[in-house]
């Protein structure tokens, strides 16, 4: 006798395994009534006692059906180890390296003045130019309530395409408004570049007391991740949208 189960076909699994190790394959029928303490039971044989509801299981699978079922999966296993050979032929061919996970994205970073309420990479077609895309970097900061109106923030951008000259964004903590309230959020939005990679990007923001003074009230950093390489388009062209879609929005590049 089998109780407390509630799925029919989960019970119907689980008598024929026990009916299987019996011996009592030939089995077909499961009856199901509930007791006085609203306990629910299962068993090949109805209640003496209390009216049973018969369920009717599929008969076991036959030796043959079993047999059928396991080449099926073998064949299947095969055509799916024989496809991604394929793939991987292919991706070597075309010269792309595969991909590899990069973790998690940074965490947002808090400093003395600021703290990071998210980042971004973006891509902007122009047909127009070549190389047709383009990229930029975006971070958005909450600065705290004593930094002065007036204050300057000027933040450096890791440039992938030349690192030793950093791409730059800058902004006024200024007022707004009928009541003139100090604005806090800030977004900054680097220029255009025609190469990004995979990878975690540093970026430095410095804050000053105002565009002219130039004190330096604090700094804060930043690591911005871009899960894109723009060299996909270079070994790949339109390939690299198939490319993306049959190995997920991971970098390809190391």
């Not at 895309?133 to 900061?141: D, V």
């Not at 977004?187 to 923001?205: M, S």
């Amino acid at each position: 006798m089998i109780r407390g189960g509630r799925s029919t076909v989960r019970s119907c699994l689980g008598l024929a395994l026990v009916l299987a190790l019996l011996g009592s394959v030939h089995a077909q029928s499961v009856y199901r009534w509930t007791d006085q303490q609203g306990r629910v039971h299962y068993s090949d044989a109805p209640s003496d006692t209390v009216n049973a509801t018969v369920i009717e299981c599929p008969p076991p699978p036959t030796p043959q059906q079993l047999e059928d079922a396991q080449q099926r999966i073998r064949r299947e296993q095969q055509a799916l180890t024989e496809m991604q050979a394929r793939r991987s032929t292919a991706d070597r061919q075309e010269g792309v390296i595969p991909p590899r996970a990069l973790g998690p994205l940074p965490a947002n970073e808090t400093s003395g003045y600021m703290r990071t309420r998210g980042t971004g990479v973006s891509c902007e077609w122009r047909p127009e130019r070549s190389p047709a895309y383009a990229y930029r970097f975006s971070l958005a900061l909450q600065v705290h309530d004593d930094v002065p109106v007036g204050a300057f923030i000027e933040a450096e951008f890791e440039n992938p395409p030349d690192e030793a000259h950093p791409l730059l964004a800058t902004a006024v903590i200024d007022v707004s408004g009928p009541g003139q309230v100090k604005v806090v959020d800030v977004f900054l939005l680097t220029p255009l570049v025609d190469t990004i990679r995979c990878g975690n990007h540093r970026v430095t923001v410095r804050l000053y007391r105002s565009r002219q003074s130039r004190e330096l009230l604090g700094t804060h950093q930043q690591l911005i991740q871009s899960r894109f390489d723009s060299a996909l388009w270079t070994a790949l062209g339109k390939n690299a949208f198939d490319y993306l879609q049959r190995n997920g929005h991971v970098c390809p590049y190391p």
